[in-house]
Each structure stands twice: as C-alpha cells, then as structure tokens.
C-alpha cells in the first residue's frame, strides 16, 4: 500500500505499514514505476530534517538534476494537496540533545594517522636509511616511501566492501590491526624488508581510513553542520601531517628517533579500536540492513531520544527499504549511476593533477632559492597554511557550499600556478623571484586547503546514492592513490625534461579545465539532507 506525506509543499511516497502517514487526497493522480522497488515524487524539493536520516536505496532511477536520466526507469508522479494539518504532530521538528562530536572525533583519529603515515617518513627516511644499511641505495629508499602508497590503494578499494559487508563501525576496529602491526613493524625494523612489509600494512590501513572516515562523518553528522564536520577530515588530516614534521624534530640530537616516531602512530590506532567499540554504527546502514530497532538506538544516541520519532518517520517516508540488495562492484559502470561515480573519480584526479603533491615534493627547493635553508621551517610554512586554510574552508563549508569553494579554490590555485611559473621565468621579475615563487607556493597550498582538499572527500558520500556509496566512495579514493603514485613516482622526471616552469603551466591548465568540469557536473548539497540530494539525483522522466 503507498501512501503520501507532506514535505515541503510536495507528496513524498513512502511503503509499507507505517500508520503515521498522512492519508492521500482522492483525487491525486498516481503512475506507478515500472522499475521494481519503492517509488519517489516527481520535482522532490523538501525540507528535510535538521538531521540526515534517509537513505533510498530502492531507487530504480537515473541520474537526474545535472546528470541525464535513464529512460528506462519509470517515474511516480501525485498531485494529491494534501492538507499541512495532516502531517503528524510528532514529525515536527525539535532540537537535538545528542552529542555526535565525540563520535566525530574518534573517526578524526583515522584522519590523523592518515596525515601521519604519510608524513613521518620524510623527517625519518635518511636516518632508517643509514640504520638498515640502504643509504646508497635509491630504489629501496623509493620503496620505503612509496610501498604506503601501493597499500593505500590497495585499502581504499578494500573499505567499501567491508564498510558494507561489516558496518562503518566494526570496519574502523579492522582497520586498526594494520594501522598498529604497521607502525609497531616499522618501529622494530632490523632490515628494509621488515620496514616495507610494516609501511605496506600501514598503507593498508590508511587506505580503508581515507575511505571509511568522510563516509561515517557524513552519516551521523546534522544536515546544518555536516559540512563543518566533513571539513573536519581534512583538517586533522593536515594536524597529522604537520605532527609527523614536528615529531621529526629531536632527530638531529638522537639519530635513533625515528623509531619512536614511527612507534608513536600505535596509540591512536587503538584508541581508535577502543573508541568505535562504543560508538554508535550509522542509522542509515542500520535501517538499510533492516535493523530498524538497532537504527532507533543509535539515533537515540547521535541525536537524542527527542530525534528519534522524526528521523525514523522520515527514514521509513523517505521509501527507503533493504529489499534492494547492495550493489557491486560492476554496478557503479551501469547507466544507472556511472554519471555520478564518474563526478567522483573526476575531482580526486583534478584534485591530484593540479599539482598539490608536487607543489609539496618541491616547496624546499623553492624556499631555498629564497633564502629559507632550513627543511623543516619550509615544510612547516607549508602544513601551517594547509592547516590554515582548511580552518577558513571548516567556517564557510555551510555558508558559502561546497560548490563555490570548489571553485574559487581551483581558480586560486590556478592563478598561484601562474605566478609561480612567471617567477622562473619571466626576466622582469628575476630581482623577486625567489619571494614571488615563496608567496605563489603558499597562495597555492591556502587555495587548495580552501576547497579542492577538503571538498570532494566531504561531496562523495552526499552525492552516491545509499547503495552503491561505500564502493563508489572506495573507487574515488582509489584514483586519488593511483594518481598520486605515479605523480610521486614521474614528477622529477618529467621536470628534468621539460623544466619546473613548463610543469606548473601545465598544472594550471588542469586548474582551470577543473573550474569549467565542476561548473557544469557538480551539484550543490548546502543545507541539504542526504536523501534530499539522493532524490534530486535519482529523479527520472
């Protein structure tokens, strides 16, 4: 039996037995999906929940809104007015006595060590090199360095299935083993095959994280403040990145340091363990799998006991049902939901091919031509304007939205791209080179952090539908390992050939094919709820 409820001036469908729904006008007009599954409202626009709560998996549509939708699905249509009065009483809204920071911090632990995994090698890597006999050896330093890479791509494919098959929360205790044995393996390494084995594993678990953390943050976090949060990510990505560096630096007084550094990264990663063992998994998954009553519970905690009749009336309005089955890993390369997937994979190559990581591999040289000897104060300019501009992106996330940072940032970045390129170049401006490229390297990093760093991982989860989201969020993830992997591996490379100045042109242009890709592909979620967004892009002809 289908019945209809009044959301934002619009029927929204909704099956089963749930006696709380309004009852339909007589005289509304209904055509049935053709497609199997729960049906959805045409032209959906409501005014969802202060909090995310659904999820429609058993959608049977295309893509719709800027994506082109599939003929093939059909679409329910009502025109039924129906009366505001017969809305229940308990739907409306009420404010929430929840706490879901803690929650949010303990995910950010993962951000951490993400951050950290990455940056603790490179304060360390010419100290374990002399230790375990590899110091005239470039190829096994590479290996050092970049096995992590190979295992985060590894473990990002790795997440989804098991954020799916497992849960978000028993995923992250997973994760934990390969965080700890890595770092605990590293820490303890008598040879290089001990020491790569140890960075694999962490890599591993990295990957899972980058994948698992914005994913959890997006489903337990409020719809007026999940972009505050999911900005969280990125920021303590940044502070685990900037403590690797700092950890880095009584190396100079004790050589042997750098096995504590790597020793320290097994603290978080079980206090990550033990903090997800009593945190609350995400309602959406619960109810997805049928759970309904372990759903009620953990939104009871996320929100409070006073969310819990509206978030699960409009988890069970919303038509969201588990009759639909998970869907794999080929599906996400279907008609259905390629569009968006191909959205997703496309900002995390434009997020890497625009040149971060290379900007980063090269900033000390540039500081150097400037007068800045000292390492570790370049790298410290550096993390400290990528913290600092990801703290400005944490404030306008949901003032500004997700879109027009992406944007702006990319613009930014381009334009610093610009600069730092005329600095090596341009004959007029030798007497400043060495401050303009510090200056366009900095702009470049604050650009970044503003929105292509802390956006597309925050946009995945909203924008992937409930059933294909862990995966496709995974296979976003992945194309961020792989191009950051071959970047590392060719960037000199390919400066030795065709000079620094030519390369950051280049990455300009990928800058500014960006801004023209997201202006015509990428939705706007600000203020959103999630199944607002799922419907948007699931609408049909």
């Known amino acids: 039996m289908m019945r209809c409820a009044l959301k934002g001036g619009v029927c929204v469908a909704s099956w089963g037995g749930d006696r709380r729904s309004p009852a339909v006008n007589p005289s509304s007009s209904v055509r049935m999906p053709t497609g199997n599954g729960g049906g959805c409202c045409s032209g959906?626009?409501?005014?969802?929940?202060?909090?995310?709560?659904?999820?429609?998996?058993?959608?049977?549509?295309?893509?719709?809104?800027?994506?082109?939708?599939?003929?093939?699905?059909?679409?329910?249509?009502?025109?039924?007015?129906?009366?505001?009065?017969?809305?229940?009483?308990?739907?409306?809204?009420?404010?929430?006595?929840?706490?879901?920071?803690?929650?949010?911090?303990?995910?950010?632990?993962?951000?951490?060590?993400?951050?950290?995994?990455?940056?603790?090698?490179?304060?360390?890597?010419?100290?374990?090199?002399?230790?375990?006999?590899?110091?005239?050896?470039?190829?096994?330093?590479?290996?050092?360095?970049?096995?992590?890479?190979?295992?985060?791509?590894?473990?990002?494919?790795?997440?989804?299935?098991?954020?799916?098959?497992?849960?978000?929360?028993?995923?992250?205790?997973?994760?934990?083993?390969?965080?700890?044995?890595?770092?605990?393996?590293?820490?303890?390494?008598?040879?290089?095959?001990?020491?790569?084995?140890?960075?694999?594993?962490?890599?591993?678990?990295?990957?899972?994280?980058?994948?698992?953390?914005?994913?959890?943050?997006?489903?337990?976090?409020?719809?007026?403040?999940?972009?505050?949060?999911?900005?969280?990510?990125?920021?303590?990505?940044?502070?685990?990145?900037?403590?690797?560096?700092?950890?880095?630096?009584?190396?100079?007084?004790?050589?042997?340091?750098?096995?504590?550094?790597?020793?320290?990264?097994?603290?978080?990663?079980?206090?990550?363990?033990?903090?997800?063992?009593?945190?609350?998994?995400?309602?959406?998954?619960?109810?997805?799998?049928?759970?309904?009553?372990?759903?009620?519970?953990?939104?009871?905690?996320?929100?409070?006991?006073?969310?819990?009749?509206?978030?699960?009336?409009?988890?069970?309005?919303?038509?969201?049902?588990?009759?639909?089955?998970?869907?794999?890993?080929?599906?996400?390369?279907?008609?259905?939901?390629?569009?968006?997937?191909?959205?997703?994979?496309?900002?995390?190559?434009?997020?890497?091919?625009?040149?971060?990581?290379a900007v980063v591999y090269y900033s000390t040289s540039v500081f150097r031509s400037a007068g800045i000897a000292s390492d570790v104060a370049a790298s410290a300019l550096v993390g400290a304007a990528n913290v600092f501009g990801t703290i400005i992106a944490s404030s306008l996330m949901d003032k500004q939205g997700r879109k027009s940072l992406l944007i702006t940032s990319f613009s930014g970045m381009g334009a610093s791209m610009l600069l730092l390129a005329l600095s090596f170049t341009w004959k007029a401006l030798a007497p400043y080179s060495g401050t303009l490229a510090v200056v366009g390297t900095v702009l470049y990093v604050l650009s970044f952090a503003l929105g292509a760093g802390p956006v597309p991982a925050l946009l995945l989860p909203e924008i992937f539908a409930s059933r294909i989201r862990a995966k496709a969020v995974a296979l976003s993830l992945g194309m961020h390992w792989v191009s950051n992997f071959f970047i590392g591996l060719y960037f000199l490379s390919v400066v030795n050939k065709f000079g620094i100045s030519t390369v950051y042109l280049g990455f300009a242009s990928v800058c500014a094919l960006a801004v023209l890709y997201i202006a015509g592909n990428v939705v706007e979620t600000k203020g959103r709820s999630l199944e607002e967004i799922e419907r948007e892009l699931s609408v049909v002809d």
Request: net charge neutral.
């Open 44 to 357: 959906l626009r409501s005014r969802a929940a202060d909090l995310a709560g659904v999820e429609m998996a058993s959608l049977r549509g295309g893509v719709g809104g800027l994506f082109r939708s599939s003929p093939r699905y059909g679409r329910l249509q009502a025109t039924a007015a129906v009366d505001p009065e017969d809305v229940p009483s308990e739907k409306v809204q009420v404010k929430s006595s929840g706490h879901v920071l803690p929650y949010v911090g303990v995910a950010c632990l993962g951000a951490i060590l993400f951050g950290y995994h990455l940056g603790v090698v490179n304060g360390a890597l010419e100290y374990l090199s002399k230790d375990l006999g590899i110091a005239e050896n470039a190829v096994l330093q590479g290996w050092v360095v970049s096995t992590s890479l190979a295992g985060a791509t590894v473990g990002s494919f790795t997440g989804g299935s098991l954020a799916d098959k497992f849960g978000r929360t028993r995923t992250f205790i997973l994760d934990a083993a390969p965080l700890a044995l890595g770092a605990f393996l590293s820490a303890t390494a008598q040879d290089v095959r001990t020491m790569i084995i140890g960075r694999l594993l962490a890599g591993i678990g990295i990957g899972i994280s980058s994948a698992l953390v914005p994913l959890y943050i997006s489903e337990i976090s409020p719809t007026e403040i999940r972009g505050t949060l999911g900005s969280v990510n990125q920021l303590f990505i940044c502070i685990g990145i900037l403590a690797a560096l700092l950890a880095g630096l009584p190396l100079a007084a004790n050589p042997a340091w750098w096995r504590t550094m790597f020793g320290i990264a097994v603290v978080p990663s079980i206090l990550l363990a033990v903090g997800m063992a009593f945190s609350p998994e995400s309602p959406r998954w619960l109810f997805q799998q049928g759970k309904v009553t372990q759903a009620e519970s953990a939104v009871k905690r996320l929100y409070g006991k006073e969310k819990v009749t509206e978030v699960m009336y409009d988890l069970r309005a919303s038509g969201q049902s588990s009759s639909e089955p998970e869907a794999g890993w080929f599906d996400l390369f279907s008609n259905r939901y390629w569009k968006v997937v191909s959205v997703g994979a496309a900002l995390f190559l434009f997020q890497q091919l625009a040149g971060i990581n």
